[in-house]
């Protein structure tokens, strides 16, 4: 009588418990409603701006019922678009926040982690 000797089996492998992530967190609720309220402010102020350029385009709305502004000018010219970035530029670069040697935006952290305009300023 001859006996076999084995090797007894071996242990299966063991997975790692899958990581429980959770869900919903109060950050969560936070980002949802901030977004959904920035949208609503979006969508009300395009339709507003829409509505006003359609009653001035269709109705040709006489003078004597100005708004005080139009909505958009007739023509948009070079000259305009041109003007409209140098100024845009010349405040960028009074305040420090556009580099004059690259163009790029500066970036500056505040102190207090805050950001925003301090860090424009540089306090």
């Given at each position: 009588m001859s006996a076999e000797v084995t090797d007894p089996p071996a242990d299966p492998p063991v997975a790692d418990p899958p990581v429980a992530i959770p869900w919903w967190t109060r950050g969560d609720t936070n980002a949802f409603f901030g977004l959904g309220f920035n949208i609503l402010v979006n969508v009300l102020?395009?339709?507003?701006?829409?509505?006003?350029?359609?009653?001035?385009?269709?109705?040709?709305?006489?003078?004597k019922w100005n708004l005080g502004f139009k909505v958009l000018p007739e023509t948009f010219t070079p000259g305009?678009?041109?003007?409209?970035?140098?100024q845009h530029l010349n405040?960028?670069?009074?305040?420090?926040a556009v580099d004059p040697s690259t163009g790029a935006f500066i970036?500056?952290?505040s102190g207090g982690g805050t950001g925003g305009r301090s860090a424009l300023r540089g306090e």
């Open positions: 102020t395009l339709t507003g701006l829409m509505i006003a350029y359609y009653i001035d385009q269709a109705y040709n709305t006489p003078s305009m678009l041109r003007r409209l970035v140098r405040y960028y670069l009074s305040n420090g970036q500056r952290v």
